[in-house]
Structure formats: structure tokens, C-alpha cells
């Protein structure tokens, strides 16, 4: 008996040694491959009448991610109090540089012909305001008619549907940059669909799902070509892969910028090999990819996706999705491929399906994950740094892609402040004196 307790023990002691094993392993190899595909070699030179000018301290301090770290911002000014408006704005501007807006057509044009402009002007003055971009969210999606189609005929449907895609991105085209064109077309005819939106859904039984898709795709892209323009799916299996395939023009080139990828975890978290296979599989066709939708919630409770009762945040949960979602950002920051992660939703209170989903509680105080990744992306992935230039005026280092402030001070104690980007494109500073 006394054998088996000891190599039972002993086999315990061995699990723990691989997983704290496996924990750094993969750890360091993330670390590895961020300092490799998310920083660039930078050279700064200062130059006084084209002459290099030595003993300059350039300090260096990123401003703004050139990565989009982003959430969907659906509750601003919609929550209960005028405090927490404020309190959700604030904290929203302190962490992203990224922000999705709703255009689900019934609820955004819930009356004929009345669209929420005014909504969208509001937010995307704001957003402008605290430097952050917006992505409109989705053009075109079956999951519900507006209450005013149904009886509408087929062809006045077809074209109310691209008209609404013209006029959106066109009003919109120095605000919104990027849209999620047409949403979850992989599985267009599931019964909630049909169910919901038996007008919209017949058209993409008419027409063809993917011509469909297709005839949206070309609508916005005229209305503002130069604008990013996704699908967007939580299917990411081969059933996508090929839809994808198809998703090109009369020429073979793709009609999409951006591949979007949902991953809603209510249910179970993706392990590490899950996330870089997906992320693998969709990189192959050399497009960038946005995780358009992450959600991990802050319950260790059981999800039941048929009873949508809330689901209360607790401590044990909200510390499993602190831990969960700084591995799950460290990953997808370590992909070359990726290039945002959204995050769904900033506060519990109004969240989908009434899930703790927010790293946010219902009265807009941060759970853990809030001030974890804040710290994740505004100090470790960061550049804040001071150098000294040589004898040639120059100094080397090297910094995460985005916008930049340099404090020069001359070795006479003279100030300037410049601000310049630094990407793939561009890594060569000259600070002219």
C-alpha cells in the first residue's frame, strides 16, 4: 500500500514539473515571437544643418499601439446612470485604441427610413476625440427582418439592403474605417434564421448565399474603396475555409480585406494548440485576421445557452478569466497574422446573453482582467524608453510599431518634443535641429 501512495505521489510531483514546464515554455516562446513580429530595428539621427549632433538623450514613449486592441462599445451613453456613462467612457479610453459600433439594421433603423445617425455621430465624435478607431458592425446579416420588411417585395428588400450599405459606409467614410460587411453567411440557413428573418433569408436562398454576400462586398467597396472591409464568422471550420474560396471577384481576387474570426467562450476556452491551429488555418490565405468577437466569462458556473437568466460574476470565475484572457491575448499577439483582438463585452451590465462576460461588473468597477491587461498592453508591450546619440547623431533600438513622442534634450539642456510613427514601412527617424 505504502508503494502505491509513493508513486502516486511521485506521479504527481512529475505532472506538476511538466505543466510548470509547459506554463514557461510556452510562455517564453510567445515572448519570442512578439520582440520578432511585433517590433521594428528603429535608428534615430539628429541632425544641425546636416551635421550629426552627439550627446543628445532622445526619449522615446509609445502613444498609440499601431495594433488594434479593441471592444465592441455598445453600451456608451446607454448605460443606467449618468455616472457610470462616464465611468465606461473613461475606462474605455484608457485601454482601447479600437471600438466596434452596432449597425444591426432592425434595431438601428427599427423605424422606416430613420437610421441612428445622430447615435452614430455622437460616439464617432467621441472616438476622434480620445484617438480611437471604429468598425461598423455588420452591414448585412440574416439573423433578424426589420419589422418594417415584412411585407415588402423581394426586389425592394434586395434594394433597400444595398442601399443602406451604400449610404452607411459613404456617410461614414472619414469616421468608420472599417466594417464588418456581412456576418455568419457559413451557416446562413439555420433555423433561428429562417425563423427570424424568413425576408432576408429568402433573398440568400433566391440569389445564393455567397452572390449575396458577394453583391454586398462590391456596394461598399464602391462607396469607399478606400475602406477595411471583413467577413465575419464563429464557424471556423472547413465549411468557412471554402466559403472564403469563393468570396472573389470576376477575376479571382478577394472581395474581403480583413478575415474575421469569432470566439465566443462561454462554453470552454480554447486551449493553446486550438488557438494557433485556427489561427494557421486562416493566415494561409495571406489576408490579415481580426478576432472580431472574444469572450471569456467571469463564472466558473456552467453556461446554459437556452436559459439566458443572468449569470453572476464571482471571484473564483473572475480570476480564471484574468488568467485565461492574458494567455489568450499573449498568443494571438504573437502571431504575425493577427492584427486586432476585440473584446466582447466591456461591461456585464447589457451584455450578450446576460453573461459576466465584461471586464467590467454591472456598476462599471474593473474586475482583475481589466487592470491585467491594461498593464499587458500599456506597460510590457510598450516602448518607454531614453538613449544617447554617438558621435554620428545617431542611436538604435528597437520599439513596438505605432505613434511615438520624442522629448530631445541637447547637451545644452534645449527641449523639443517630436511625434513621428514607427511601422514595417517605416523605422528611420531624422530629427532636424
Same mark, same amino acid.
Given at each position: ?222 462607396? &469607399?474603396?478606400? +475602406?477595411? $472591409? #471583413?467577413?465575419? %464568422? ?5 465549411? !468557412?475555409? /471554402? =466559403?472564403? *474560396? ?107 446573453? &446576460?453573461?459576466? +462576460?465584461? $471586464? #467590467?461588473?454591472? %456598476? ?5 482582467? !481589466?487592470? /491585467? =491587461?491594461? *498593464? ?58
Amino acid at each position: 500500500m505504502k508503494q502505491f501512495i509513493l508513486l502516486y505521489v511521485l506521479l504527481c510531483v512529475l505532472f506538476s514539473v511538466v505543466s510548470v514546464f509547459a506554463q514557461e515554455n510556452w510562455q517564453s516562446e510567445a515572448a519570442a515571437r512578439i520582440e520578432q513580429y511585433r517590433k521594428e530595428n528603429v535608428t534615430v539621427i539628429v541632425l544641425r544643418n546636416d551635421q550629426p549632433v552627439e550627446g543628445v538623450t532622445v526619449e522615446v514613449k509609445l502613444l498609440q499601439h499601431e495594433f488594434l486592441f479593441g471592444c465592441n462599445i455598445f453600451k456608451w451613453g446607454r448605460c443606467n446612470t449618468p455616472e457610470e456613462n462616464e465611468e465606461y467612457k473613461r475606462r474605455f479610453a484608457d485601454l482601447f485604441n479600437f471600438a466596434t459600433l452596432g449597425f444591426y439594421w432592425w434595431g438601428y433603423e427599427n423605424k422606416k427610413d430613420m437610421p441612428q445617425y445622430d447615435y452614430t455621430e455622437q460616439v464617432a465624435a467621441w472616438c476622434k476625440e480620445n484617438n480611437v478607431k471604429l468598425k461598423g458592425h455588420p452591414l448585412a446579416w440574416n439573423f433578424r427582418d426589420p419589422s418594417w420588411a415584412k411585407d415588402m417585395d423581394d426586389a425592394e428588400l434586395d434594394r433597400r439592403q444595398i442601399d443602406r450599405i451604400t449610404a452607411s459606409v459613404d456617410r461614414f467614410r472619414d469616421k468608420v474605417e472599417t466594417w464588418d460587411v456581412i456576418n455568419e453567411v457559413t451557416e446562413w440557413n439555420r433555423k433561428n434564421c429562417l425563423e427570424d428573418a424568413p425576408r432576408l433569408s429568402g433573398l440568400m436562398a433566391k440569389q445564393g448565399a455567397v452572390e449575396f454576400a458577394k453583391k454586398c462586398f462590391l456596394a461598399a467597396q464602391k462607396a &469607399n474603396p478606400s +475602406a477595411t $472591409l #471583413l467577413i465575419n %464568422d464563429y464557424i471556423l471550420d472547413e465549411k !468557412y475555409v /471554402a =466559403l472564403i *474560396k469563393k468570396l472573389v471577384d470576376t477575376e479571382g481576387l478577394p472581395l474581403y480585406d480583413v478575415i474575421g474570426i469569432q470566439s465566443h467562450m462561454h462554453s470552454g476556452i480554447w486551449n493553446n494548440n486550438q488557438i494557433w491551429e485556427i489561427c494557421e488555418r486562416f493566415s494561409k490565405f495571406r489576408k490579415p485576421l481580426h478576432f472580431t468577437e472574444l469572450t471569456i466569462l467571469s463564472t466558473l458556473e456552467k453556461f446554459d445557452w437556452n436559459n439566458q437568466n443572468e449569470t453572476p460574476t464571482t471571484e473564483d470565475g473572475e480570476q480564471r478569466q484574468q488568467d485565461e484572457v492574458i494567455r489568450f491575448y499573449t498568443m494571438l499577439f504573437s502571431h504575425p497574422s493577427i492584427e486586432a483582438i476585440t473584446w466582447w463585452d466591456f461591461s456585464d451590465q447589457g451584455a450578450w446573453m &446576460n453573461a459576466p +462576460a465584461g $471586464l #467590467l461588473r454591472k %456598476d462599471m468597477t474593473p474586475k482583475p482582467v !481589466y487592470n /491585467a =491587461l491594461r *498593464k499587458l498592453i500599456k506597460e510590457t508591450w510598450t516602448t518607454n524608453e531614453s538613449f544617447k546619440t554617438d558621435v554620428t547623431g545617431t542611436t538604435q533600438f528597437r520599439a513596438f510599431r505605432g505613434d511615438y513622442q520624442f522629448d530631445i534634450t541637447l547637451p545644452d539642456g534645449t527641449k523639443r518634443k517630436i511625434s513621428d510613427n514607427i511601422s514595417k514601412e517605416k523605422h528611420k527617424i531624422r530629427i532636424d535641429l
